[in-house]
């Protein structure tokens, strides 16, 4: 089955940046994804990369993080700039299948153990 890891987490100031990565094994996932969690919140949707290759991301990020895959290394890439407060969280690599219609957030059901960004102000 499909085994995901994360890493690139760690710590920066507000307007920092860092890049996240997650190392993709076993068959290749058709979508691929970002969420994120903190501290007794749900885990929220960040952004999307879709079988075809075409991305989406939330609101929240728009404009300061990219989704994007290297396929040649089989693995998916999180750049995030202009790190806010509200950014920490635990983030988590995950994948499922497609459907008709594309990604759409429920599908994604397999899970990496998550890598830490914490920003300060």
């Known amino acids: 089955q499909v085994r995901l890891v994360e890493s690139g987490g760690g710590s920066v100031q507000a307007g920092g940046s860092l890049t996240l990565s997650c190392a993709v094994s076993?068959?290749?996932?058709?979508?691929m994804a970002w969420f994120r969690q903190s501290p007794g919140k749900e885990r929220d949707w960040v952004a999307t990369r879709n079988p075809l290759g075409s991305t989406s991301v939330s609101e929240s990020v728009e404009g300061r993080f990219t989704i994007s895959e290297d396929s040649t290394r089989n693995t998916l890439y999180l750049r995030m700039n202009g790190l806010k407060p509200e950014d920490t969280a635990m983030y988590y690599c995950?994948?499922?299948?497609?459907?008709?219609?594309?990604?759409?957030?429920?599908?994604?059901?397999?899970w990496g153990r998550g890598t830490q960004v914490t920003v300060s102000s």
């Open positions: 995950a994948a499922g299948p497609r459907r008709l219609t594309g990604c759409p957030r429920t599908v994604f059901r397999i």
């Open positions: 076993g068959p290749t996932p058709s979508c």
